[in-house]
């Protein structure tokens, strides 16, 4: 993942400047663009046409192969492996092995979602190109890289002159 | 149609926040904080001083006997914990309820609660008298046997609630703060700045992929945490309630616990905002007196419930016919504790009546008092829980008083020291309210935008 992109980056100032950027972008046939933006905007993920993310359905089998190893561990512990007499109770008390179950069921969901946006978003990365500080602040971008259909520089910067860029520059992403 | 007020105020420009709340991590930290972090600092290391002679000589030091097992470690372990339910309640629950007011406050709030549960960590550790082997606490494989956890046991169930908890609080903080600390890197000038907040950021650069992935997880772990934090506190009453020990042997536990949770972590929440408001003045903007009326709301919403179940507990001591339960609630409030319970009753239930008077609610000095007397208050129901219900339950012949001693004292103020020197720290070098989440709630209810999806 250590090669970066060459490309053309335009910058806007506005949220509403580059969700129609992105929409035209995407309409033009670009299928590799990336919008930037300091915060989540709502309608780009629609603009951009990108699809509900997969994440649930990792925290859902996470949380069921939690939910099995709790109840499977203190089976095999508390009823195959040693079994101990606790005043009385049965070696398989299920109703006392709630909890313990219940917990392991949201640690393994929890983290394991969390690993999957780690790997969803390419993160973390060693020092990535960064096309315009104020991105995170105050900026926004449209980046179309090299190798995308119909990519041509002259073509792109008009593009993105014409969408209101308030600046169009030569970048690596 | 009801005017929404706006959740930031002075008409800010997106800069303008970046730099408003980016502005304490970037400059040379002012007297006040210098101070407090010092005197922070001192109570920490006396913490610590008290932890390491306790440990040294025993849990002989503090005031636990027999009747009384059970006493300052396990009174102020619950207290932190509650402390930390307000946390989560603000940034995962309030979240849930598409609260937008939560945005400013769900940062610092978060942080909270995971200090605090670092904090109230460590007493069971040092309760159990021999910490060195507090590692029998999880199940591994050994030689003994081997010889398994009992999982039977709500204490083992408190292992698993406040370490799952503890590990998924601190994610949802951590993973909330990428997209500012990417923000941080980008501002920062000096090479080693960048390079740390680089590390701390993962890279993160904003794409709208990235962004849709981050929201689903945030949503994700917003719903994960909420059952979650409702099964710590349950769990940590199941220590309680699973016992026979009149005045413990109750089902009321679980949601009186959350509730009281809830009340005490409000009160810390209100605290330590009022004390951020004067540190910063910047984040008044953010953290405005309409944010601080509704945290008070809640306070007292709370502290009605509290007040139900002290109530209720006696009703029902009185109906279910049980001499004993009958005689845990008569002791509690008229026996040689009664001064710990009238003080818990006054701070929990009386105090918080004053937020019916709109501009008590809207007050800083007032709800700045009241937070105090309502962490005072939670204290106290958990020493109330704890000591006067063990030290006098079946056998007259076995009754008792807890011996309090100076190193009870001692770990009560100095677990401060620890909980402060975090919070502070966390004040200067991150972003103390979320950038990437108060930005898309600007607008709300200013009159040209207007809140349309609110």
């Known amino acids: 993942m250590a090669k970066f992109k060459k490309g053309i980056a335009g910058i806007f100032l506005t949220e509403e400047q580059v969700v129609k950027a992105a929409h035209k972008t995407r309409e033009m046939g670009f299928t590799k663009f990336e919008a930037l933006s300091?915060?989540?905007?709502?309608?780009?993920?629609?603009?951009c046409g990108i699809k509900r993310s997969w994440i649930p359905y990792v925290t859902f089998i996470a949380?069921?192969?939690?939910?099995?190893?709790?109840?499977?561990?203190?089976?095999?512990?508390?009823?195959?492996?040693?079994?101990?007499?606790?005043?009385?109770?049965?070696?398989?008390?299920?109703?006392?092995?709630?909890?313990?179950?219940?917990?392991?069921?949201?640690?393994?969901?929890?983290?394991?979602?969390?690993?999957?946006?780690?790997?969803?978003?390419?993160?973390?990365?060693?020092?990535?190109?960064?096309?315009?500080?104020?991105?995170?602040?105050?900026?926004?971008?449209?980046f179309i890289p090299h190798d995308d259909t119909g990519y041509d520089e002259k073509k792109v910067e008009d593009l993105m002159k014409s969408l209101g860029a308030a600046e169009v520059k030569k970048a690596e992403f | 149609m009801m005017k929404r007020n706006q959740l930031v105020l002075g008409n800010k420009t997106l800069k303008d926040i970046t730099e408003d709340i980016v502005k304490p991590v970037e400059t040379l930290p002012s007297k006040?904080?210098?101070?407090?972090?010092?005197?922070?600092?001192?109570?920490?290391?006396?913490?610590?001083?008290?932890?390491?002679?306790?440990?040294?000589?025993?849990?002989?030091?503090?005031?636990?006997n027999n009747p009384v097992a059970w006493g300052t470690m396990i009174i102020t372990f619950v207290f932190w914990i509650g402390i930390g339910h307000a946390g989560t309640l603000i940034s995962a629950i309030l979240f849930l309820f598409r609260q937008k007011w939560r945005t400013s406050v769900a940062r610092t709030a978060e942080a909270m609660t995971v200090f605090a549960v670092m904090t109230a960590g460590?007493?069971?550790?040092?309760?159990?008298?021999?910490?060195?082997?507090?590692?029998?606490?999880?199940?591994?494989?050994?030689?003994?046997?081997?010889l398994?956890?009992?999982?039977?046991?709500?204490?083992?169930?408190?292992?698993?609630?406040?370490?799952?908890?503890?590990?998924?609080?601190?994610?949802?903080?951590?993973?909330?703060?990428?997209?500012?600390?990417?923000t941080i890197r980008d501002r920062a000038v000096h090479p080693l700045r960048k390079k740390i907040y680089g590390i701390l950021s993962f890279g993160?650069?904003?794409?709208?992929?990235?962004?849709?992935?981050?929201?689903?997880?945030?949503?994700?772990?917003?719903?994960?945490?909420?059952?979650?934090?409702?099964?710590?506190?349950?769990?940590?009453?199941?220590?309680?309630?699973?016992?026979?020990?009149?005045?413990?042997?109750?089902?009321?536990?679980?949601?009186?616990?959350?509730?009281?949770?809830?009340?005490?972590?409000f009160g810390m929440v209100v605290t330590l905002m009022t004390l951020v408001r004067i540190g910063f003045p910047q984040f008044k903007d953010y953290i405005t007196i309409d944010h601080m009326e509704v945290m008070n709301k809640i306070i007292m919403a709370t502290g009605l419930m509290v007040g139900y179940a002290y109530g209720s507990e006696f009703f029902i001591a009185w109906y279910s016919g049980n001499a004993y339960e009958k005689f845990a609630f008569i002791n509690r409030a008229?026996?040689?504790?009664?001064?710990?319970?009238?003080?818990?009753?006054?701070?929990?239930?009386?105090?918080p009546q004053l937020f019916w008077k709109k501009s008590f609610r809207r007050s800083i000095p007032i709800m700045f008092t009241v937070?105090?007397?309502?962490?005072?208050?939670?204290?106290?129901?958990?020493?109330?829980?704890?000591?006067?219900?063990?030290?006098?339950?079946?056998?007259?012949?076995?009754?008792?008083?807890?011996?309090?001693?100076?190193?009870?004292?001692?770990?009560?103020?100095?677990?401060?020291?620890?909980?402060?020197?975090?919070?502070?720290?966390?004040?200067?070098?991150?972003?103390?309210?979320?950038?990437?989440?108060?930005?898309?709630?600007?607008?709300?209810?200013?009159?040209?935008?207007?809140?349309?999806?609110?």
């Not at chain 2, 600092?41 to 636990?64: D, H, Q, R, T």
């Not at chain 2, 026996?335 to 105090?351: F, H, K, L, R």
């Open chain 1, 38 to 47: 300091p915060y989540p905007i709502h309608g780009m993920e629609e603009a």
């Open chain 1, 63 to 142: 949380g069921l192969t939690g939910m099995t190893a709790g109840l499977l561990f203190t089976w095999w512990t508390s009823a195959v492996n040693w079994t101990l007499n606790i005043g009385g109770k049965p070696f398989w008390s299920l109703p006392a092995f709630i909890p313990i179950i219940f917990e392991l069921t949201i640690l393994f969901a929890a983290l394991s979602s969390v690993a999957a946006m780690l790997y969803a978003c390419g993160i973390p990365k060693v020092s990535p190109p960064i096309i315009d500080k104020d991105i995170t602040s105050h900026k926004f971008a449209v």
């Open chain 2, 32 to 64: 006040q904080w210098l101070s407090l972090f010092l005197s922070a600092k001192v109570l920490l290391l006396f913490y610590i001083s008290m932890i390491a002679i306790i440990i040294a000589n025993g849990m002989g030091l503090l005031g636990v």
């Open chain 2, 122 to 146: 460590i007493f069971p550790l040092i309760h159990t008298g021999r910490p060195w082997l507090d590692f029998w606490l999880f199940p591994y494989p050994n030689q003994r046997g081997p």
């Open chain 2, 148 to 182: 398994w956890t009992n999982f039977r046991s709500p204490l083992l169930w408190d292992v698993f609630a406040v370490s799952t908890y503890a590990t998924v609080s601190a994610v949802f903080w951590y993973i909330g703060m990428v997209p500012d600390l990417a």
């Open chain 2, 204 to 265: 993160w650069r904003g794409t709208a992929k990235q962004w849709s992935h981050f929201e689903m997880l945030y949503m994700l772990l917003a719903g994960l945490s909420t059952p979650l934090v409702l099964s710590v506190h349950t769990i940590v009453s199941f220590d309680f309630a699973v016992s026979n020990v009149p005045g413990w042997h109750t089902t009321i536990f679980p949601p009186y616990f959350v509730a009281g949770a809830i009340f005490s972590g």
């Open chain 2, 334 to 351: 008229f026996g040689p504790y009664a001064w710990s319970y009238w003080i818990m009753i006054c701070c929990n239930v009386v105090i």
């Open chain 2, 371 to 454: 937070s105090i007397f309502v962490n005072i208050g939670m204290w106290f129901e958990r020493f109330v829980i704890t000591v006067t219900s063990l030290h006098r339950d079946f056998l007259p012949s076995s009754w008792g008083m807890y011996a309090w001693s100076f190193f009870d004292t001692g770990v009560l103020v100095g677990s401060f020291g620890l909980f402060l020197t975090l919070f502070l720290l966390y004040l200067r070098v991150l972003p103390a309210i979320s950038i990437a989440e108060v930005k898309p709630v600007m607008n709300v209810g200013k009159e040209t935008h207007g809140g349309h999806h609110g």
